[in-house]
Every structure is written in C-alpha cells, then in structure tokens.
C-alpha cells in the first residue's frame, strides 16, 4: 500500500508520521463518494451527459490522486506499487464507460488507506505523546538566581529547579531535595518512584512533590526521551523479516499480475472468439481482485501495533524483526549483578543477640566502618543513615585487609568481620555463632560480619546484593509464556550464584566468568538448545548481548550502550516485562500469519 512507499522514502524519520497525507486523504475519499452520489442522481434526473462526466471525473481525481503519487514515487526506484493494479483497473473500467464502477472501486481503495493511516496513528499515539513532555523552557539557577531559558541552550553541568507538577526537561542527578517521580511514560512504572539526592531523574518524567535541584547530566538532545524517540524511528525503519518478504512478494507478484491480465486480455479473443470488450472487463476484474493489498497492509499494521502496545508498557523493540526473533526464543540467559539482582549491596539481616537491640548492633557496626571505603563498609552506613541514626566518626581505626575492622570510641573497642578476625585478636567465637554465619554463607549472602564490642558479641550483620523482588514468580511466568530454559551467566563466586538460582528456580548457572567465557557460552546455548536470549545491563554484557539470538537490556534508562547495544531494552528493572513481551511477540506472529492465511484465501476465492 501506499504508507509502504512512503516509509521507503523516508528511512530516516525521527518520529512514526504519517504528515499531510493522512489529514487530506480522509477529505478526498469523502469527495469522491459525494461524486458518486451526485453523478448517480444527476444520471436518474436526466442532467447532460458532460456534466455527469465531469462528476466521474472529479470522482476519479480525488480517488486516486494519492495512489498516483504513489505510483509515481516508486516507478522513481524502479518499483511497482500495488497501488498501481487499482489504478490500471480503474482507467479500464473508464475506456469501458464504466465509470461509476471505477470510482467506486478508487473510493473503496482509498477508504481501506484511510482506514490503515488511522489504525497506524493509533498505535502511534503514545509514543508521539512524549514529544509534548517536553516544556520549551526550563528553571537553572545561575548564582543567586532562577532564570528561564530556552531548553536548547540547557547544558550538562547546568543546575536545574524543578517544582512540584513540572515535568523533567533533561536528563540529571539531585544535587539538593527530593521528592517523587512518575516515570512511567519512561520506564512503565505505574508507582511513583521517590528519588533523593544522588538519584537520578530522567526526561518526560513529572515530579508530582518536592522541590529540588538536580545537575543536568546531557542536552535535551542526548536525553533519555530523545533517545527512545529516536529508537521508535528506528524501529519503523527495520522492517521484521515476514514484512521484509511480503514487500518483495509484492514486487513480483504486481508485475506477473499485469502481465497476466495482459496476455489475457490479448490471447482469449484471438484463441475462443469472445467478444474484446468482454475479454477486456474480466481483465479488469481480475486485475482487481488480484490486488495483494490486504495481504501487504496486514504485516506492518499487527507489528507497529505489537510495538507500540510494549512501548507502552517500557518495552522498546528496535523494530519488528526482534519482536518476531523474540516468538522464537527458547533460552533465556540472565547476567546477575545489576539483573537478576540490583546490583549494590545492602544490609540484609541483623541478628542481634539475646538483650541487644537490632540498632544498638546497626549503629556500632556503622560507626566502626564509617572511615571505610569498602562496598560493604558503604552499605551499612547507607541502612544506618536510612534508619535515621547519627554517627560520629571513631576515635581510632584499623582496616584489616581481608578480614574486616576495628575501631575504638569510649574507650570500647569494636571489631566487624570474620570469625578469622575475632580469632586473630584472641576471641573465642562461639559454635552457636559459627554455625549460624556458615549457613548464612551457605544461602549465598555475600558478606557475613560478626560483630563484637567491649566483652561480649553484639550480633551478625549480613551484606549482599538482593536479589529482585518476586524472582522465583517471574522466572516462573517466562516458563509459562514458552521458555524452555532459564540460565545464569555471571562473574560472580558460584557459592551466591547458586544459591539465588535454587531460591528462583533457574536451571543452569555458569559462575566466576569473564566477558569472553559469558560470549562463549552464549553461542554454546544456541546449539545445544535453540535460539538464546541474553538479558544484562548493556556495559560488561555487550559482547554477549550482541552474539546472542536478541539482546535485551533492562534498566536501560539513562543507559548508552544499552540502548545502543541490544535489540530490545527494558526500560525498568521489571524482569517481568520479559514475559510480557515474550507473550506479546507471540501473539503478534498469530496475528500476522492469520492475517497472511485471511488475505491469501479471498485472494484465491475471488480469482476462482
């Protein structure tokens, strides 16, 4: 049809538009039905034979003048435009003075353009909508004041006011306040998101409460919402496979139609005597119903829809061949840090002795680890900043590399680590304490710190990098949309690995890789079980995500390579969104094939 042409024409749209055609084209078919109608009344009251061709004519004009230009912009290529088989059919239908049967068929035509433009600007609509998030100018502080300027000018290193109800112009990070963010035109998160100094806010998000400032990180142009803009463009610009074959069917199949018709129309009379006129409107008929229009409509039409539904949802597919590649998945490989868990380690249990309060351990593990870089060292300050606990820095302190700390205040001292550390300065730990960190090492926590002040044990404190909420409920959901196999590839101990991989069910895990041995691997799954896709954050996973079936990058916002590296990008850390797009890509395949089987059938009754 003709969007098809014009797609071809325009392979480096920004935006999904479908420009001044689509606002004119609705006005011209209602046009040509008015010239139908009149011309037919005009005929039954006995008006002048001119002034009803001059009706027909109009009819024909407005009826056609798109599929014209059509035709005209692909002969440009040395293409054959469907669209030409209904225009040839109509002008035959004219030489034969049919001419209200020509119109007719012009007008049906277009109707069905009308009826797909409006269909694909539906599909459309949501992503379109994230051109109006955003505002022309933005709030900076400059010195002392707030001045407005135009978002263009907006560049990294700016500082940006947002007040409550304004929506995000820039990609930036908190530098002062907080508040809440819906992000989901961004990443399909429905709940609000609070966000604190340090945190990162993204473009087309709204802060619905808090005043803040925020560092701008990159131009308008570079932002978040830019660059999924951009990906929608790409995404109509790479043709799926199926959509692929049926455009150079319809090369083919247009061209043997009109010849066809032609050594129809010249061979019947001379071979069976009929009548040329006769001969001449079956050609045209034939010609019509030949016509593969539904057929080369209905690929695009099911997967622009498939994509856009997930984009909605913060799915982004680059384009229709990944949502197709998807349908065939039978593996999924998952990276660990930063997808299957979040990434950054947090406290996970405090077990307090018997008459110590889980803060007393919380505040005096935090406070000896206070000058302490480590990431675990980190993590419990943060939980003990979170619980609202003030910490003032220890008198002295000691970190003992591979074993833990120690530190001094009051007059007290304060060990955190190992049983190897309390060992070393000639404490006894008791079984009961040392069974209980082995089993905690046993279910993977990544860091088990004894805690001992002055004479006595205040507890264990646990640090590891939390795996995802309800893991073992979406491994389970992407098993039920048609995975046949769940696998972990990740740099990490193999103790930790398997423990998450037997908590959520996964089937295979490979530990302690390099990117390389994860690149291996990958191309190890797609000839042991079939086609594989590999799910990571888009930085260390790259080589993996571009070797495997499809990549798919999640918690892809703000991301670069992700969003440059893999086929499908996940815009939230919802490893659930995988299942729906799996789910997704399979009922689009349904949908187009039933489609393709619907337009192949009437095509073949009406020939016969």
């Known amino acids: 049809m003709t969007i098809f042409t014009q797609a071809r024409a325009q392979p480096g749209t920004t935006l999904p538009t479908l420009g001044w055609k689509a606002r004119f084209e609705p006005l011209f078919v209602v046009l040509t039905l008015i010239g139908i109608v009149a011309g037919l009344l005009l005929e039954r009251l006995g008006a002048s034979a001119t002034t009803v061709l001059l009706l027909h004519i109009a009819s024909y004009a407005f009826g056609g003048s798109f599929a014209l230009r059509s035709i005209v912009v692909a002969l440009r290529v040395r293409e054959v435009d469907v ?24 007008f049906l035509f277009s109707l069905s353009n009308v009826l797909q433009h409006y269909a ?21 502080r400059r010195d002392t004041q707030v001045v407005h300027v135009a978002l263009d000018t907006v560049r990294a290193g700016d500082v940006l006011v947002l007040r409550p109800g304004e929506r995000v112009a820039v990609d930036a990070r908190i530098v002062a306040g907080s508040g809440s963010f819906d992000e989901s035109s961004i990443t399909g998160e429905s709940m609000p998101v609070h966000k604190a100094v340090g945190e990162p806010i993204f473009a087309g998000t709204l802060n619905q409460n808090g005043a803040l400032d925020a560092l701008v990180l990159r131009p308008a142009a570079e932002s978040t919402l830019a660059r999924i803009i951009a990906l929608v463009g790409e995404a109509r610009a790479r043709k799926a496979g199926t959509q692929s074959r049926l455009d150079r069917f319809e090369q083919r199949y247009a061209i043997a139609i009109m010849l066809g018709v032609t050594l129809f129309i010249a061979l019947v009379p001379l071979v069976s005597g009929t009548p040329f006129g006769d001969v001449f409107y079956t050609g045209m008929v034939l010609l019509t119903v030949a016509s593969p229009c539904a057929l080369v409509m209905s690929v695009p039409a099911a997967l622009l829809s498939a994509i856009a539904n997930a984009a909605r949802h913060g799915v982004l597919f680059k384009g229709g061949a990944p949502l197709e590649e998807l349908a065939r998945i039978k593996v999924v490989a998952f990276d660990k840090t930063g997808t299957v868990t979040y990434g950054r380690p947090s406290v996970a249990d405090l077990l307090p002795q018997p008459g110590v309060e889980a803060e007393t351990l919380l505040a005096a593990a935090a406070r000896a680890e206070l000058p302490s870089e480590h990431p675990l060292a980190l993590a419990v300050r ?21 074993m833990g700390v120690r530190a001094c205040w009051d007059g007290t001292t304060t060990l955190v680590g190992s049983p190897r550390l309390m060992r070393q300065h000639g404490i006894v730990v008791p079984e009961r304490l040392l069974a209980e960190t082995q089993r905690l090492m046993d279910e993977g926590r990544g860091g088990v710190l004894l805690v001992h002040q002055g004479e006595r044990f205040l507890g264990i404190l646990t640090v590891m990098d939390r795996e995802r909420p309800l893991l073992a409920e979406k491994i389970a959901a992407l098993r039920a949309a048609g995975i046949a196999r769940v696998v972990m590839l990740t740099g990490d101990n193999r103790q930790v690995a398997e423990a998450i ?21 990958v191309g190890e799954l797609q000839t042991r079980y079939g086609p594989t896709a590999m799910v990571g ?14 990549g798919i990058a999640m918690g892809a916002a703000g991301t670069d390579v992700a969003l440059e590296t893999a086929d499908v990008v996940l815009m939230s850390d919802d490893l659930g969104a995988i299942a729906y797009a799996v789910q997704l890509s399979k009922r689009a395949r349904r949908v187009v094939w039933q489609n393709i089987g619907f337009a192949l059938s009437i095509v073949a009754l009406l020939l016969a």
């Open 501 to 521: 991989a037997g908590r959520a069910g996964i089937d295979e895990v490979h530990a302690e890789l390099l990117p390389a041995d994860k690149l291996r691997l």
């Open 382 to 402: 943060q939980a003990a900043e979170q619980a609202g606990l003030g910490l003032a820095e220890p008198e002295h302190f000691e970190a003992i590399i591979g």
């Open 537 to 550: 954050d888009g930085v260390n996973d790259a080589p993996a995500l571009a070797a495997a079936s499809l």
């Open 83 to 106: 669209d030409l088989l209904m225009v040839l059919a109509a002008a035959g239908a004219a030489y034969l003075g049919h001419w209200t049967e020509g119109a007719v068929l012009l």
């Open 120 to 140: 694909m600007r539906r599909t459309e609509q949501a992503i379109s909508a994230l051109l109006e998030m955003r505002p022309d100018t933005v709030a900076l």
